[in-house]
C-alpha cells in the first residue's frame, strides 16, 4: 500500500538562494496536511550553481525529500514531466520553486482533491512583479491558444496544480518533448476544479523565463497542440483567389465587354497584377491543400492515445488502486 500521500515536484534552474527560505515555507505546509505522508522532489533542471548542493543539504536533514537532476537544462516543461513521472504520491503536486506559487494555498487544493477533483489548477489573479510584455502577452496567448487547440485553458491557470494519481499515469504516457504541460493535462479532461491565488515575488533572483523563452514555448503549444495553423495560408489562399476572381471578372465585364462604361481605365499591368495575384491564390489553396495532410502525418506521430478512461467515475470496469 502506498504510504505517500502527497508528492510535491518543484522543478528549478539555478535557484541556489531559493531553496532553503522556500523549502522552510513549503515543508511546515505540506507535512501537517499529509500528516507525515509526503516527499517533495526537487528536479534540479541541469543548474550551473550550487542549486545541487544546497538540495542535498535538505535531504541530510529529512529523508522525504528527493533530488531528482537532470544531465543537462532541458526547460521548465521537461523537468515538470521528468517530476511527475517520478512521483509515487495518491496525488501529485507541481510548484514554482522561487516562491510565486504560495504554500499557503496547499491545503486547498488538497481538500478539492479529497472532495473528488482529479486535477486543481491554480488559476493566478494577481502578479505584481509581472511586466507589460508578459501581462498582455499571456492574455494574447490565452485567446490564441483557445481559439487554435481545441483544448480549452482558463487565462491565468499555471503550473501550480495538483493532479490524482490516475491522471499522473495518463500523463506519463504522453511522450512529447515540445509542448506545454498545463495543455497536455488540460488534454486529458477528468474532473476539474479552480482556485485563485495571488502570486508572491520571488523569494531572490531573477526569474528564469524571460520573453523569448515564453515565445517559444507558445509556439511550441500551438504546434503540438493543434494543426489550426497549418491551415492559415490556405484560408487566407482562398480569400485571395475569391476576391482576385471577382476583381478579374468585374474588369474583363466593364472593360472587354462593355466597352469601359464607368472609366475605370484598367491598364494592361493592372490586369496583369490581378492575374498574378489570382495565381498566388490559387498556390495558397495548394498549399492549404498540402497542410491537411501534413496535419494528418503530425497528428499521427504525436501517437497520443486514441481516448482516455476516466476509472474512478466508470463502472464495472477494472480499477488501479495502486
Known amino acids: 500500500m502506498n504510504r ?13 538562494q531559493n531553496i532553503e527560505p522556500f523549502y522552510e515555507v513549503l515543508e511546515p505546509v505540506v507535512h501537517k496536511e499529509t500528516s507525515g505522508a509526503y516527499e517533495i522532489i526537487y528536479v534540479d533542471d541541469g543548474s550551473s550553481d ?22 543537462r537544462n532541458f526547460g521548465k516543461e521537461i523537468a515538470m514531466a521528468a517530476g511527475i513521472a517520478q512521483a509515487s504520491g495518491k496525488a501529485v503536486m507541481t510548484i514554482d520553486g522561487d516562491g510565486q506559487h504560495p504554500p499557503k ?91 485563485k491565488y495571488a502570486a508572491e515575488k520571488r523569494v531572490a533572483g531573477d526569474a528564469g523565463y524571460k520573453v523569448r523563452k515564453l515565445m517559444r514555448l507558445a509556439v511550441n503549444s500551438f504546434v503540438s497542440l493543434s494543426p489550426k495553423p497549418l491551415y492559415a495560408f490556405g484560408y487566407l489562399g482562398l480569400i485571395i483567389t475569391l476576391v482576385s476572381f471577382v476583381l478579374g471578372s468585374a474588369v474583363i465585364v466593364e472593360q472587354l465587354l462593355l466597352g469601359d462604361p464607368w472609366q475605370w481605365e484598367f491598364t494592361g499591368t493592372a490586369m496583369l497584377s490581378i492575374l498574378v495575384l489570382f495565381l498566388v491564390g490559387l498556390i495558397l489553396v495548394a498549399q492549404g491543400v498540402l497542410a491537411l495532410y501534413v496535419s494528418y502525418i503530425h497528428t499521427q506521430a504525436k501517437d497520443r492515445p486514441l481516448y482516455v478512461i476516466n476509472r474512478r467515475e466508470s463502472v464495472g470496469l477494472p480499477t488501479d488502486n495502486s
Open 4 to 16: 505517500v500521500i502527497l508528492s510535491v515536484v518543484v522543478p528549478v534552474w539555478n535557484e541556489e
Open 50 to 71: 550550487k542549486t545541487a548542493a544546497a538540495i542535498n543539504g535538505l535531504i541530510r536533514r529529512n529523508k522525504q525529500v528527493k533530488l531528482l537532476s537532470l544531465s
Open 105 to 195: 494555498c496547499i491545503p486547498e487544493f488538497v481538500a478539492a482533491w479529497k472532495q473528488g477533483a482529479q486535477v486543481v489548477v491554480g488559476v493566478r489573479v494577481t502578479n505584481h512583479s509581472e511586466g507589460f510584455i508578459k501581462k498582455y502577452g499571456s492574455k494574447l496567448f490565452y485567446s490564441l491558444f483557445n481559439g487554435l487547440s481545441g483544448v480549452s485553458m482558463v487565462p491565468g491557470s499555471s503550473d501550480f496544480r495538483l493532479i490524482d494519481r490516475e491522471v499522473q499515469q495518463e500523463f506519463v504516457k504522453l511522450h512529447e518533448p515540445q509542448t506545454i504541460t498545463r495543455g497536455l493535462i488540460d488534454w486529458l479532461g477528468f474532473k476539474r476544479v479552480y482556485i
